[in-house]
């Protein structure tokens, strides 16, 4: 990231927080479909929030390791799970939706797992770091 010319890089960060942006508009927005208008199968939804979260924190541990040119899994991983909480609170005022315990926890998997793919790609440090605490 240093040896990048000072405009590339602004331009990275940019793209970057605005794709992360764009991503939380589309949750808060998937969000207010009322609850008859969805068609996703019991069982169903807790693997769709995991996919949703895990590709929101992706692009959050993205947009912060391009901006602070540092990796910084738990701060993404509390604002991921913050989002879901503010998510499931969102849906008590949306027809036909229900805040669920279980949302948030699928949300909290997905984040994690996220963050997990985006360090195999990036920070393989952290991963064997992690590694060497555990065994």
Not at 12 to 35: C, D, E, K, N
Not at 51 to 63: G, H, P, T, W
Not at 123 to 132: P, S, T
Request: hydrophobic share 55%; glycine share 6%; charged share 15%.
């Amino acid at each position: 990231m240093r040896f990048l010319p000072p405009n590339q890089g602004n331009r990275r960060r940019r793209i970057a927080g605005l794709l992360t942006a764009i991503y939380l508009l589309l949750i808060f927005v998937l969000s207010s479909i009322p609850g008859n208008r969805l068609s996703i199968p019991s069982g169903m939804d807790y693997l769709a929030h995991i996919l949703e979260f895990a590709i929101l924190a992706f692009l959050s541990a993205y947009a912060v390791f391009v901006r602070y040119e540092a990796f910084y899994p738990y701060a993404v991983l509390c604002f991921s799970v913050a989002v879901g909480i503010v998510n499931e609170i969102y849906q008590v005022v949306i027809p036909l939706r229900e805040p669920s315990v279980m949302d948030v926890m699928s949300d909290g998997i997905g984040a994690f797992m996220g963050i997990w793919i985006f360090a195999m790609l990036f920070e393989r440090e952290w991963i064997d770091g992690i590694r060497n605490k555990v065994f």
